[in-house]
């Protein structure tokens, strides 16, 4: 006796590729959502508050397969964020604006420099990263991930697994 079995599993595969790619779209979201009620509150806090635009543009965004805190600023006071997190070397020359804000006999200069006016300021200004977010996150690591538990036993459930 020849048994012969012939399956196509082709649409079997395919349904599979569908239910992954939607439970991992519904994963990146809920871990967007976990970050934004566990984390994001912690690092507003722990944020430097010099200007307080820092702190109100932190959010957290889908990168990858995971989740990054960053911030919504660009241009000039997205640089300024990223100095304040990770530290650098500024070597741009800082130069007044206005003729008028430069010194003259009966008032100082315009700019402040290591306790001295200057008209410009010609060296590198060093800042130290205050590692803010990188604190935030590892502080907050067990309350993302509680946050996060109900979020994939949903994706689950909605993907047509039994989940107790």
């Known amino acids: 006796m020849d048994i012969r079995v012939r399956t196509d599993l082709a649409p079997a595969t395919e349904g599979f590729k569908a239910v992954r790619r939607d439970a991992n779209r519904a994963m990146r979201s809920g871990m967007v959502q976990a970050a934004n009620r566990a984390v ?28 990054i805190l960053t911030t919504s600023l660009g241009g000039k006071l997205g640089r300024m964020a990223g ?17 008028r804000a430069r010194s003259s006999r009966s008032r100082p200069a315009a700019l402040a ?4 006016f200057a008209a410009n300021v010609k060296t590198p200004r060093r800042y130290r990263g205050r590692r803010f977010l990188t604190r935030a996150a590892e502080a907050r690591r067990d309350d993302f991930g509680q946050e996060l538990i109900p979020s994939i036993l949903a994706t689950f459930r909605d993907a047509g697994f039994e989940v107790k």
């Not at 994001?40 to 959010?59: E, M």
């Not at 420099?113 to 001295?116: A, D, M, Y």
């Open 83 to 99: 100095l304040m997190e990770y530290g650098g070397t500024v070597r741009k020359e800082i130069r007044p604006r206005r003729k």
């Open 40 to 67: 994001l509150p912690y690092a507003k806090q722990i944020a430097p508050h010099k200007t307080g635009r820092l702190a109100a543009s932190l959010i957290a965004r889908r990168a990858g397969g995971g989740v």
């Open 113 to 116: 420099f290591g306790g001295r």
